[in-house]
């Protein structure tokens, strides 16, 4: 059974650039014989805070590195954030070692991204 550890990532500005990757699981490597194993993350809880005084969106994409390919939007797909508000997202989405959170907002540094989750060795 895996021992996951509790983790949080950010806060971090959102660029403008849509295809920014925000988070994607290390590798761990060390120890004798032990070779390097992938991580993976069960992201829990994401929240987006508009920091500014006009309402600014977002979108997320899980895919390939740098990709927002279309079929892929997770977490808002031009969601608009209120101004000096925020948007929580709960849910259970596993992020493997090849897997990117990817996004951005229609503003750069206008909104930030944190969130909390779990981080486990896959093998």
Known sequence: MPSNKTFRFGPVALSGTLTTNILNPPTTSGGVN????PQYIILRHVRIVNKTAGAVSFSLWLGGSGLNTAGTEVIGQGTSVAANSF???YGLMRLDSADFLVGGASAATSLTIQGEGEIGVAG
């Open 34 to 37: 032990a070779g390097t194993s």
């Open 87 to 89: 948007i929580d997202w």
